[in-house]
């Protein structure tokens, strides 16, 4: 406990000497959880307990990079306003000393267990990984019970993050895997008490239910029932860019199908991406006390670029999506922004029935943290543009949906692209450097961080077109971190 201890006050102290360089960057963001200091990746151990939402989360609160991660944890009673909770889990074990890498909540008779994976590595770099529990009777202190399924035969050491759940008179937990043969797989293990836990083999993989080569390695899996359908969640690993697909480094996507819990089997469809822009990675769900299935992801990527952006010069790194509500729509995984965040809403200014001739521009001022609801009253049938602070294009140009950003080094712009049959509707989300777009009522979703590099806070609309504009300014900091 004292080595905890001695942990936090390190943490307190790391918080507080970079205070007054997060109070004055401008890429900060009002209503995303960041990390006070240091870097941020995974979303882990989500969960709605007694009033209380906990969003814990893969943090290095020393340097702004991929070093030994322990557990951040922020708190809410509305999914709007956090606080920073003190450090969950650290790497202070022998069976995590080199990372408290990602895992899952659950609540059982009252007492909360976070399963995560124990990362360790040997004096040669040889990596050595233990999927271990900690518990906790108010949810803030937790106590290690350490490994409780070691590695099985027939896997590498990479093997991690566990998600579990109840299934009948049984636990299951599915982890990510990279077996023998070097090929991803989502993986079951079953358990009557918690601690102790039978493995079961894959149920989805590379060579598996009709795929061929896919990834060396899946990671994050999330197994859940929506609207009748048994999605799996999963990011694969490895996965070569093909046409519109997989053009970030690694992929975060969902298959629909058939999960059967008799003989732990799961027949399902096609791999689909769950978010087209350039940041999205390690998404979880979990359900609230009115049964939604919420989701949130990591707004970043592990890529040649993650080491160029800016607000490395003030000592954090990267940021969590918004809360998004999941409903399942003709086999499609379709996400709303969380309803809560309407309360961040100022007053509406509404433009009714505006028309747009292709010479001329609409623009109008607009706050960093704002949303934006862009309603087509005609088919868009001709290039549509949005420009976004100078930093940021979004093009509609004959069924070929564009997000086009800055690079971070500011040197030149990227694109992601794919095909839209039809574009009636955007609702998009700004955050100081990040920007959310919801299409189609949620039907296609991009997530991207950015950096505007000029003093523009405006946006600009060129195309022929005809749509309804609502603007609001999301006002106030909602994050605690202090």
């Keep these: 406990m004292s080595q905890k201890s001695e942990y936090q006050t390190n943490i307190d102290e790391q918080i507080e000497g970079n205070r007054r360089f997060i109070e004055t960057d401008t890429h900060r963001m009002s209503y995303h959880l960041m990390p006070p200091v240091g870097l941020l990746n995974d979303p882990n151990g989500l969960i709605y307990h007694e009033g209380i939402y906990h969003a814990f989360f893969q943090w290095n609160p020393f340097e702004t990079a991929h070093g030994k991660k322990a557990w951040g944890h922020y708190t809410s009673k509305n999914l709007v306003d956090w606080s920073l909770a003190p450090v969950a889990l650290a790497p202070d074990q022998w069976y995590d000393k080199n990372g408290c890498y990602s895992g899952s909540a659950i609540v059982h008779e009252g007492v909360m267990h976070l399963f995560y994976t ?35 035969e027939g896997y590498t050491a990479h093997f991690r993050d566990p998600k579990v759940w109840k299934d009948g008179d049984h636990w299951l937990m599915i982890l990510g895997a990279q077996n023998a043969a070097l090929k991803g797989e989502a993986v079951l293990a079953r358990s009557s008490n918690l601690t102790d836990w039978e493995f079961l083999g894959p149920i989805a993989g590379s060579g598996m239910n009709g795929l061929g080569n896919f990834g060396y390695m899946w990671e994050c899996p999330d197994l859940f029932n929506l609207d009748g359908k048994d999605v799996l ?88 999506t918004i809360p998004r509500v999941l409903e399942m729509r003709n086999n499609q995984l379709v996400q709303h922004p969380i309803p809560e965040l309407e309360q961040l809403r100022g007053e509406r200014r509404y433009f009714s029935q505006l028309e747009l001739e292709k010479d001329v521009a609409f623009r109008e001022a607009i706050a960093p943290s704002s949303e934006i609801l862009l309603e087509f009253t005609r088919p868009v049938e001709n290039t549509f543009e949005l420009e976004i602070r100078s930093g940021l294009k979004i093009i509609y140009d004959r069924r070929s949906f564009i997000v086009e950003r800055n690079t971070f080094d500011g040197k030149t712009s990227e694109q992601r692209a794919f095909s839209l049959a039809r574009l009636s509707d955007m609702q998009i989300f700004l955050d100081g450097s990040s920007v959310e777009i919801f299409v189609n009522g949620g039907e296609v979703v991009c997530s991207s961080r950015y950096f505007p590099q000029e003093k523009d806070d405006a946006i600009e609309i060129r195309g022929h077109m005809h749509f309804d504009l609502s603007l609001w300014k999301l006002e106030g900091s909602t994050i605690d971190m202090f």
Aim: proline share 4%; aromatic share 14%.
């Design 233 to 320: 969640i999963v990011c694969p690993q490895g996965l070569d860019a093909t046409g519109e697909a997989y053009h970030n480094l690694y992929q975060a996507g969902y298959f629909a199908g058939d999960f059967d819990s008799t003989d732990y089997s799961y027949d399902h469809g096609e791999f689909q991406e769950l978010d087209r822009g350039f940041d999205f990675y390690a998404p979880q769900t979990f359900t609230d006390d009115e049964g939604r299935r919420i989701l949130i992801g990591w707004m970043g990527m592990t890529d040649d670029q993650e080491q160029n952006q800016p607000t490395i010069e003030n000592n954090w790194l990267h940021a969590l």
């Design 118 to 152: 124990g990362n360790v590595k040997d004096a040669d770099d040889r990596r050595s990984s233990y999927q271990c529990l900690a518990i906790s009777e108010d949810g803030i202190t937790f106590e290690k019970k350490g490994p409780v399924l070691h590695l099985p």
